[in-house]
């Protein structure tokens, strides 16, 4: 019988009032967490997707990678002005925001984390939340591509040298999401203008078969959209945001659940049973469910498969919040309370 690989242990970031540290995860041999790396002062810290690296934004404008298999700190870069940092996910680059005022200073810049060099370097104006970091990757790291005006330009990560490799127009986009696993489609965000309706339109991101949507949804009273696709890029969820409820029954505006499949063969709402805001949903590990809190308080929590269909019903209570394990067994809902399923 062939051998199995053990899964990797669970490390745990945490943040203290002395900066971040890494503690084990449970099991725990002695009944509490030990430490893997000490607390570190910084504004913030992200782990690669794939857990091998670690980024640590410290003071100064310095940043920190560090190798998770053993915890040494394995570059610094010293960024001045830096506002933003991100990590790419197989831990190949860095990429930071840096404060300017003209054009002229290229203040986005990919780093090659193994060399410190930089690979790639661009100006941009202003840094939002929704568009960082800006260059997005595949999980593999095998697409990468970024939002510009008017149409998403697309690179070779293997050789960003080269520039932009191709570019993919879409008139009036102002959000893009790609597919991380694996990277064979896009989905862009054009905003309602001039009386026309809002729009999310998934794109093939093969060259030469990328000129036409292979799907597309429609949307009035949209003010925002959060995007998210599936392990696997079949599916993508689009909770669609108004900052005016008509109905006058929240403060904070409305929200849609949308789903659409990348093969085109299915848009439309996913079927919520309960009245009122999406507060989260989020994709299984596995891309084969997925789990939506929402509704007025107390707010519903369901579990559906990639058809829309619901699974479980997980109560309701005072919930905004849900989250996966990594193996996708188990979901915590948090608000007031904790529970886990």
């Not at 309602?192 to 729009?199: L, M, R, T, V, W």
């Not at 919520?272 to 596995?286: A, C, F, I, N, T």
């Not at 067994?329 to 399923?341: S, V």
Request: hydrophobic share 35%; aromatic share 10%.
């Amino acid at each position: 019988m062939a051998a199995v690989d053990p899964s990797p242990f669970l490390e745990i970031l945490v943040r203290g009032p002395d900066g971040f540290s890494v503690w084990n995860g449970p099991p725990f041999s002695s009944g509490q967490p030990s430490i893997k790396l000490e607390a570190i002062p910084c504004s913030n810290a992200t782990f690669s997707e794939d857990g091998s690296t670690l980024m640590v934004m410290k003071a100064n404008s310095v940043i920190g990678v560090y190798d998770c298999s053993n915890y040494r700190e394995t570059r610094t870069f010293e960024v001045p002005n830096v506002l933003a940092a991100a990590v790419s996910p197989r831990g190949t680059f860095l990429q930071t925001f840096q404060k300017s005022l003209t054009p002229q200073d290229k203040n986005v810049v990919l780093w090659n984390i193994a060399t410190g060099d930089p690979v790639y370097q661009l100006f941009q104006k202003n840094m939002m939340k929704t568009t960082w970091p800006t260059i997005q990757f595949s999980s593999d790291e095998t697409v990468a591509c970024r939002l510009a005006t008017n149409e998403i330009q697309f690179f070779d990560p293997q050789e960003f040298s080269k520039g932009i490799v191709h570019r993919l127009r879409v008139p009036g986009v102002a959000a893009i999401e790609l597919s991380r696993v694996p990277a064979s489609h896009v989905v862009a965000f054009v905003p309602e203008s001039k009386g026309s309706p809002a729009s999310v339109q998934i794109f093939s991101c093969e060259k030469g078969q990328e000129s036409q949507a292979v799907s597309r949804r429609s949307f009035f009273r949209c003010s925002s959209v959060q995007l998210s696709w599936n392990r696997g890029s079949t599916g993508l969820l689009v909770v669609v945001q108004s900052d005016v409820d008509k109905t006058n029954q929240s403060y904070y505006g409305e929200s849609k659940l949308n789903y659409l499949t990348s093969d085109g063969t299915y848009e439309g709402l996913v079927p919520l049973r309960k009245e009122g805001p999406v507060h989260d949903v989020q994709w299984s590990y596995s891309g084969l469910e997925f789990a939506v809190v929402y509704g007025f308080m107390p707010a519903s929590a369901t579990l559906f498969d990639k058809k829309c269909r619901p699974l479980l019903e997980l109560g309701s209570g005072p919930y905004n919040t849900v989250r996966w394990n990594p193996k996708g067994k188990c979901i915590l809902c948090i608000m007031a309370h904790i529970l886990t399923w």
